[in-house]
């Protein structure tokens, strides 16, 4: 294939993939020297609290309901999968606050900042169906007074809160691939373009002027 | 744990007193997250480009 183009589909996607996504983009040695603070942590926070919410989710769904209510390392691994998620949310958002003040859809990042809201809103469902799965009290409450509220939206007709098989089902499978593949996306994303530049300070004039955008 | 949380009404907000306390520890995290130094060894200098197109 020297001297030509690659033109079948699996050539062009390679091609596209060494152009696009270089493995040094991919995982660096290196990082810009804005990316020295703290801030930038808290999406790796929360998908390693992703990581731990997964790795007690397949616990729980190996053994069981009669073991995660009943055994005493059940209900261990039970309130580690509640507080990974409860961590999760809390660095998500947080990583939301941090992007959503430097602005970081600039610069054609604006497909990596809606990815981002999406893995928030697919997290939330994925959340609340957990919540409904418990097999428990809380778990029949929340669907009940869940129901009327879903089926305001006219979604009960297919996403039936007090059906438990259905809820599991998406709680365990559906959801869970989304999130992590969507998150997966989200960091090839950032890989792709790099960390967005804070934003300059506008200049200091001297002479009493008002200040100017750098972007202007 | 089997009681009811006390909430907070300001105005037309109401919200929990755990949800409250969450919501101030996160606000303060984040400022520290801002304020507190970070220890860099391996950043590159001002002016490199980190965009890969």
Do not use: C
Request: charged share 10%.
């Amino acid at each position: 294939m020297s001297g030509q183009a690659d033109t079948t589909w699996t050539g062009r996607a390679r091609g596209a993939l060494e152009r696009r996504l270089p493995l040094d983009h991919l995982l660096p040695s290196r990082q810009p020297f804005f990316v020295g603070s703290w801030v930038y942590i808290f999406g790796v926070v929360a998908i390693t609290a992703l990581v731990w919410v997964i790795g007690s989710g397949v616990t729980l769904a190996f053994f069981g309901p009669g073991w995660w209510h009943v055994s005493d390392v059940g209900r261990f691994v039970n309130s580690v999968h509640f507080w990974a998620v409860q961590l999760f949310f809390v660095f998500v958002v947080l990583h939301l606050w941090g992007q959503y003040f430097m602005a970081s859809w600039r610069d054609g990042r604006a497909t990596t900042w809606i990815v981002g809201v999406v893995i928030f809103v697919a997290g939330l469902v994925t959340a609340f169906t957990g919540y409904v799965s418990q097999q428990n009290l809380d778990a029949q409450w929340i669907a009940i007074n869940a129901k009327d509220g879903i089926n305001a939206t006219g979604a009960g007709s297919f996403f039936n809160v007090l059906d438990f098989g259905q809820m599991y089902g998406i709680h365990v499978m559906l959801l869970p691939i989304l999130v992590t593949t969507l998150v997966a996306l989200h960091v090839v994303q950032v890989r792709i373009r790099g960390v967005v530049r804070p934003i300059e300070p506008r200049a200091r004039p001297t002479d009493g002027a008002r200040p100017t955008d750098p972007a202007s | 744990m089997d009681t009811p949380a006390t909430y907070v009404q300001i105005g037309f907000l109401v919200i929990s007193v755990p949800n409250l306390i969450l919501i101030a520890g996160m606000v303060v995290l984040f400022i520290a997250a801002l304020v507190a130094p970070f220890p860099g060894h391996h950043l590159s200098e001002p002016g490199d480009d980190d965009v890969a197109e």
